[in-house]
């Protein structure tokens, strides 16, 4: 299946996170009921579910999209006669309740692996608060400065998942122009290579560039990004101007991933992607 949707909001801050739905919210509730009717609490429901406890507490507080297994688990460990499914279908079923990215970002946060192709701009898990900031505040229409501070403290705040889950594994596919573009000024663009070479040094995270100068390229589609679910499924994701794609199709993910292993093939090398990021920094 690929669904489509507009104004996801995700690694590019081109559309604003979308306020907490009041169906999101009844989900929540019902969640909780049926947890304490169980006589379990968050701690004790969040390993049966298999999801930490940070996400049970989001879906339980209405500010994350319910994934498709927790539902599934959800209604097998709580006995929930079927309710929680009823519950989820209705959800997906009406249109604006929560964004293409709201779910992917609950995915993204179990992620056995992401891989992630850009060719806009620095993706939001590799961005500085410096880079994030500039980029919401030259955001059109304008955001008022507390869209910008909610915003930018939830792009933060998602990139923990980097540090937090180091059996993750990270592949970032980066165009080099990115960083020749100097977003944000000279400043900036230093602070985020720095940002970018720690990272690259974690052993979970591996980050290669796309020179500027590339004869043969997998990825002229553009930007996509893929996952593997703890239960070993693959799903894509892609966003363009105020609009984005849920990938499931079994199919069309197994073309992205084509792609993107041809991409890593195209790309430089690992060793030679930190060395060029190195002297663009002491050319910058």
């Known amino acids: 299946m690929t669904e489509t949707a507009?104004?996801?909001?995700?690694?590019?801050?081109?559309?604003?996170?979308?306020?907490?739905?009041?169906?999101?919210?009844?989900?929540?509730?019902?969640?909780?009921?049926?947890?304490?009717?169980?006589?379990?609490?968050?701690?004790?429901?969040?390993?049966?579910?298999?999801?930490s406890l940070p996400t049970v507490a989001s879906i339980e507080q209405g500010r994350r999209f319910p994934p498709a297994d927790f539902v599934d688990r959800a209604?097998?460990?709580?006995?929930?006669?079927?309710?929680?499914?009823?519950?989820?279908?209705?959800?997906?079923?009406?249109?604006?309740?929560?964004?293409?990215?709201?779910?992917?970002?609950?995915?993204?946060?179990?992620?056995v692996s992401l891989y992630t192709y850009e060719c806009r701009l620095v993706p939001g898990l590799l961005q500085t608060e410096a880079y994030a900031r500039t980029l919401f505040t030259n955001q059109l229409p304008?955001?008022?400065?507390?869209?910008?501070?909610?915003?930018?403290a939830a792009r933060l705040d998602r990139q923990r998942l980097l540090r937090d889950r180091p059996n993750t594994a990270y592949s970032f596919i980066l165009e080099e122009h990115l960083f020749l573009r100097r977003t944000g000024g000279r400043q900036v663009t230093l602070e985020l290579i720095d940002h970018v070479l720690d990272?690259?040094?974690?052993?979970?995270?591996?980050?290669?560039?796309?020179?500027?100068?590339?004869?043969?390229?997998?990825?002229?589609?553009?930007?996509?990004?893929?996952?593997?679910?703890?239960?070993?499924?693959?799903?894509?994701?892609?966003?363009?101007?105020?609009?984005?794609?849920?990938?499931?199709?079994?199919?069309?993910?197994?073309e992205l991933q084509m792609r993107y292993a041809r991409m890593r093939s195209q790309a430089l090398t690992l060793h030679d992607s930190l060395s060029l990021l190195r002297q663009m920094r002491g050319a910058a």
């Open 142 to 152: 304008p955001l008022g400065d507390a869209q910008i501070e909610a915003q930018l």
């Open 6 to 51: 507009g104004g996801a909001g995700g690694s590019n801050g081109s559309a604003a996170e979308p306020e907490v739905s009041d169906s999101l919210k009844a989900f929540g509730e019902v969640v909780k009921a049926f947890r304490k009717r169980a006589r379990l609490t968050q701690e004790e429901f969040a390993p049966r579910v298999r999801y």
């Open 75 to 111: 209604e097998e460990v709580l006995d929930a006669f079927g309710t929680l499914r009823g519950a989820a279908r209705h959800l997906s079923r009406r249109p604006g309740l929560a964004s293409w990215f709201r779910q992917w970002a609950g995915l993204e946060a179990e992620a």
């Open 199 to 254: 990272l690259a040094g974690l052993r979970n995270i591996e980050v290669q560039i796309m020179p500027v100068t590339r004869e043969e390229h997998a990825g002229l589609d553009g930007p996509m990004q893929l996952l593997e679910t703890p239960d070993n499924h693959w799903l894509g994701y892609c966003e363009g101007q105020k609009s984005s794609q849920f990938i499931s199709d079994r199919k069309v993910v197994s």
